[in-house]
């Protein structure tokens, strides 16, 4: 069984149960994470743990304990988890009578588990993966990682109808957001394009080492929002997040694009370095690499 914490204590995920009246379950009140494990080790947990707390604070939410329990009780979920595998934890508001305001006291519940990653194909990382377009009716506090995942679900939902593997965000002015699980990044006459912070997207841990990355090689980069007509003259694209890392997208809306091109090798040279460095392992997208 798979072990997991939940209501102050360590239990098999098969038999966790949360209150009717939590606000989670009711209000989608509450926020989550999720870092990637490589063989075992941590990547960037500490990064992750930041947004949270960052999260948290957007929504005023109160983090119960210190970072140093918080961080105990991830080490414990980590030691049980599967060797490939990703740490998810959120946390919600916890139990309170159904009134929209939030409570004036209230007993915030934490859960974290540990999901095992299944086989992901080597193709999309060695000729990449299609995508679709998609009106981007999410809230307006993307930067706050939220429960409520209802539009990405709609989105993803609409991608796997069409055979697609993820989904591009455009907004109301025709502007590429991100995607509906990754952040979105093209190169556009020579640069390397992606939505800036404050146009309402998620401060992606992967979008930001991506970006690191770039400027440490010297690739030319603009953190500025491109729309979909540019979109479609770019001559890379690719998407990041945690599980997958670095992603090539070889086909937007049935229309071929360019799988991974030299700076997208570039950048998945750069994060399989920090990958190794830092866990010891390989990093999935290096099978692209050989």
């Known amino acids: ?116 990653l299944g086989p992901v194909p080597e193709t999309w990382y060695r000729r990449g993966v299609a995508v679709i377009t998609y009106e981007d009716i999410r809230w307006a506090r993307c930067r706050v990682k939220s429960l409520n995942l209802l539009p990405n679900c709609m989105a993803m939902s609409e991608a796997r109808a069409r055979g697609a593997a993820e989904v591009l965000f455009v907004n109301r002015e025709g502007f590429v957001t991100e995607s509906a699980t990754a952040s979105a990044f093209a190169v556009i006459g020579g640069y390397l394009r992606t939505a800036p912070l404050t146009f309402n997207i998620l401060p992606g841990v992967t979008r930001h080492l991506v970006l690191e990355s770039a400027r440490e090689s010297g690739l030319p980069v603009r953190e500025s929002a491109f729309t979909l007509e540019e979109l479609q003259e770019a001559s890379e694209v690719f998407i990041t997040n945690t599980p997958f890392e670095i992603l090539p997208v070889a086909v937007i809306d049935d229309r071929p694009v360019r799988g991974p091109g030299p700076m997208t090798r570039e950048l998945m040279r750069g994060m399989a370095r920090r990958v190794e460095e830092e866990t010891g392992h390989p990093a999935q997208c290096s099978v692209a690499l050989g």
């Open 1 to 116: 069984m798979s072990l997991m914490f939940l209501h102050g204590r360590f239990l098999p995920v098969e038999e966790a149960t949360v209150p009717f009246l939590d606000r989670g379950y009711l209000f989608g009140d509450g926020v989550y994470e999720v870092y990637r494990l490589y063989g075992g080790r941590p990547f960037a947990r500490e990064l992750h743990v930041d947004r949270f707390y960052a999260s948290c604070s957007g929504i005023s939410l109160e983090v119960p304990g210190t970072r140093q329990e918080l961080v105990g009780i991830l080490d414990r979920i980590e030691a049980h988890a599967p060797a490939r595998s990703y740490i998810y934890f959120h946390l919600t508001r916890g139990p309170a009578p159904r009134l929209h305001a939030w409570p004036d006291a209230c007993n915030p519940a934490l859960a974290v588990m540990a999901v095992e």
